[in-house]
């Protein structure tokens, strides 16, 4: 029994390429930076956090404390300058993120964390992709603001949609940049027993 605990549409698709049966259990948890928090730390605590809130719910709710269920969590944040953008909360923040990543590259940090339902096995990944933007103007931040395709999305863009307009290069995994890393999806996955194909091998 695989759980995701995630309630973004993007990545139970993106799940859903590689697992045959999986069920989403999404999790609130305060996603506020700890003070001097490194970007990277940052996204790995939140997947952390996310797998454990969801493992005391599904502990609570199904009251199953020994089950062999396999817990998946995930974050991602966009990095510019070292400081994290998350989802933009108004026009002005949406139009502050878009301004400071036009003509810019930037980072997006996709992290991953695998558990089993007692915790006792914890795998924790995290992966840097690169991406170039082109320059924005201004006119097209606000009729872009008003397609509401940044609204839910880090760092107010989203590349599979008409934010892949901006994406001059990218540099790193695709699916992550989407929300969930396949290839290190798949391959933490493994380490649980859970396959995507019959015979999978690693190098
Ligand atoms: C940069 C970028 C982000 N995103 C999305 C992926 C994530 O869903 C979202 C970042 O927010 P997250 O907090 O990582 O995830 P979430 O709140 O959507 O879902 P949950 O915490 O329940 O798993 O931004 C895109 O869809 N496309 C993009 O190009």
């Given at each position: 029994m695989l759980v995701l605990a995630s309630a973004s549409p993007r990545r139970k698709a993106l799940l859903d390429l590689i697992v045959k049966e999986f069920f989403v259990l999404p999790v609130d948890i305060d996603e506020t930076p700890n003070i001097n928090e490194q970007a990277e730390a940052y996204v790995v605590r939140m997947a952390l956090e996310k797998a454990r809130a969801s493992i005391a719910k599904y502990s609570h709710q199904a009251?199953?404390?020994?089950?062999d269920a396999v817990f998946i969590a995930s974050d991602t944040s966009v990095v510019i300058d070292g400081d994290v953008l998350g989802k933009p909360t108004s026009f002005e923040d949406a139009h502050t993120m878009l301004r400071r990543l036009s003509g810019r590259s930037h980072q997006v940090i996709t992290s991953l964390c695998v558990s089993n339902l007692n915790q006792d096995h914890v795998l924790t990944e995290c992966v840097t992709t690169e991406v170039l933007f082109r320059e924005i103007s201004d006119i097209e931040i606000r009729q872009y603001w008003q397609t509401t395709e940044?609204?839910?999305k880090a760092g107010a863009y989203a590349i599979q949609g008409l934010?892949?307009?901006?994406?001059?290069h990218l540099s790193g995994s695709y699916s992550a940049v989407v929300g969930l890393p396949l290839y290190e999806t798949a391959q933490l996955l493994a380490q649980f027993?859970?396959?995507?194909?019959e015979e999978m091998s690693y190098e």
């Open positions: 009251g199953d404390h020994s089950s940044p609204v839910d934010g892949g307009v901006f994406v001059r027993g859970v396959h995507s194909l």
